[in-house]
């Protein structure tokens, strides 16, 4: 199998012309660094929250799944080591830009709001705190960059990047997801604070999401009975890694293996978040 990307956390193989196959790995990235630890089942965890979130939305738009069972895989995938970290996807022209939607201003999104008072060009209301729910959610898209950070841009540079009634589609279907996975995330005691889709055009033209869906690495999930307004949140994903990070001053350049109980502490939120998302046990 050729394998045609390999980022943070994905390997991508060609299948043939019009299939894929991608593996989630159990590496982990924060701050655009991959770090040295592995954190043990994550890719798992991270492809199984996908697959039900692509079926959760399928009435709203179609998905790029095939097939997550090994049997239906190509020869060379159907060994234990790709069982449940896989899927068998169809190729797509993904779209240039990162659909970032925020439902509560916090991180970079608060940042900007303290100094600017805006969000991606984006005015919002005097006064706010930080982690708190805005009016409604907000489409704030970057991006995507090969190497470094994604950049924030505005709507209307997405429609200049591809075209305005493609640019339109993508804030609705992306504002329209949000908020129906935000619903039912509370109902299981999750707060969606924000996440990010991707999208892609399939072979007769029609918008399809692709990649990952509202999963730990791609969104902020924040325990509701826990929230509270006007600070930081405790979090069931990889927040919890990169503020130890912080506060251990941890860098690429000295590449210090991360403490076993910190990597454990990590997975045990990870599958939290999948088994509070899904009602399964893991």
């Given at each position: 199998?050729k394998?045609?990307?390999?980022?943070?956390?994905?390997?991508?193989?060609?299948?043939?012309?019009?299939?894929l196959m991608?593996?989630v790995?159990?590496?982990?990235?924060?701050?655009?660094?991959?770090?040295?630890?592995?954190?043990?089942?994550?890719?798992?965890?991270?492809?199984?929250?996908?697959?039900?979130?692509?079926?959760?939305?399928?009435d709203?738009?179609?998905?790029?799944?095939?097939?997550?069972?090994?049997?239906?895989?190509?020869?060379?995938?159907?060994?234990?080591?790709?069982?449940?970290?896989?899927?068998?996807?169809?190729?797509?022209?993904?779209?240039?830009i990162?659909?970032?939607?925020?439902?509560?201003?916090?991180?970079?999104?608060?940042?900007?709001?303290?100094?600017?008072?805006?969000?991606?060009?984006?005015?919002?209301?005097?006064?706010?705190?930080?982690?708190?729910?805005?009016?409604?959610p907000i489409?704030?898209?970057?991006?995507?960059?090969?190497e470094?950070?994604?950049?924030?841009?505005?709507?209307?540079?997405v429609?200049?990047?591809?075209?305005?009634?493609?640019?339109?589609?993508?804030?609705?279907?992306?504002?329209e997801?949000?908020?129906?996975?935000?619903?039912?995330?509370?109902?299981?005691?999750?707060?969606?604070?924000?996440?990010?889709f991707?999208?892609?055009?399939?072979?007769?033209?029609?918008?399809?999401i692709?990649?990952?869906?509202?999963t730990?690495?791609?969104?902020?999930?924040?325990?509701?009975?826990?929230?509270?307004?006007?600070?930081?949140?405790?979090?069931?994903?990889?927040?919890?890694?990169?503020?130890?990070?912080?506060?251990?001053?941890?860098?690429?350049?000295?590449?210090?293996?991360?403490?076993?109980?910190?990597?454990?502490?990590?997975?045990?939120?990870?599958?939290?978040?999948?088994?509070r998302?899904?009602?399964?046990?893991?």
């Open positions: 199998m394998k045609i990307s390999s980022g943070k956390v994905r390997e991508i193989y060609e299948v043939d012309s019009d299939k991608l593996v790995s159990d590496r982990i990235s924060a701050f655009d660094v991959i770090l040295p630890n592995m954190v043990p089942n994550k890719g798992k965890v991270l492809n199984k929250i996908s697959a039900f979130w692509f079926d959760y939305i399928k709203i738009i179609p998905n790029h799944v095939i097939s997550t069972d090994l049997k239906d895989f190509p020869v060379e995938f159907q060994t234990p080591e790709f069982e449940g970290r896989s899927m068998l996807v169809k190729k797509l022209k993904m779209l240039p990162e659909c970032i939607v925020r439902g509560y201003i916090t991180g970079s999104g608060w940042a900007n709001y303290k100094s600017t008072g805006t969000v991606c060009g984006i005015k919002l209301p005097e006064g706010l705190q930080e982690s708190q729910k805005l009016p409604e489409f704030t898209p970057t991006t995507k960059a090969q470094g950070h994604d950049e924030n841009i505005s709507f209307e540079e429609c200049k990047l591809i075209g305005e009634d493609l640019a339109n589609e993508v804030k609705n279907k992306t504002i997801i949000y908020k129906k996975c935000a619903e039912y995330a509370l109902s299981k005691g999750i707060i969606i604070a924000d996440t990010k991707e999208f892609g055009i399939d072979e007769n033209n029609n918008l399809v692709g990649d990952e869906v509202l730990p690495d791609s969104s902020r999930f924040w325990p509701a009975d826990e929230y509270e307004v006007g600070k930081s949140q405790k979090s069931f994903d990889k927040q919890y890694l990169r503020d130890w990070l912080k506060q251990n001053n941890w860098s690429a350049e000295n590449g210090t293996p991360i403490p076993e109980d910190v990597i454990a502490t990590t997975t045990s939120k990870y599958i939290e978040a999948y088994e998302i899904t009602g399964k046990n893991f």
